[in-house]
């Protein structure tokens, strides 16, 4: 649950790997963070929070190996607004 801009709370889903069932070589892609940002900021949520979610993902990857220092990058250029996910694959 989140607050937007204009201060209406509504439910967002999204899925977390169990502890025990995390592996090295999985990552959490910029595909997948790249929409949850842009639905994030299509629906007024503050860019402080969208800021949290990209720290998160990186985190998140941080012990993913040398493929995800590749995604973790892409999912920095996500700090920007201007960064669309259509141009991300």
């Known amino acids: ?3 937007t801009a204009t201060a209406n ?6 899925f977390l790997v169990k502890p025990a069932e995390r592996h090295i070589d999985l990552w959490t892609s910029v595909a997948y963070v790249s929409w949850i940002v842009y639905g994030l900021r299509c629906h007024g949520v503050p860019e402080e929070y969208i800021q949290h979610v990209i720290d998160f993902a990186i985190e998140t990857n941080s ?26 694959h």
Not at 9 to 14: H, K, L, P, R, S
Request: proline share 3%; glycine share 6%; no cysteine.
């Open 1 to 3: 649950m989140f607050a």
């Open 9 to 14: 709370v509504a439910d967002a889903i999204t």
């Open 63 to 88: 012990r993913g190996g040398q493929t995800a220092d590749e995604q973790n990058r892409l999912i920095e250029l996500l700090r920007s607004s201007v960064i669309s996910p259509f141009l991300v």
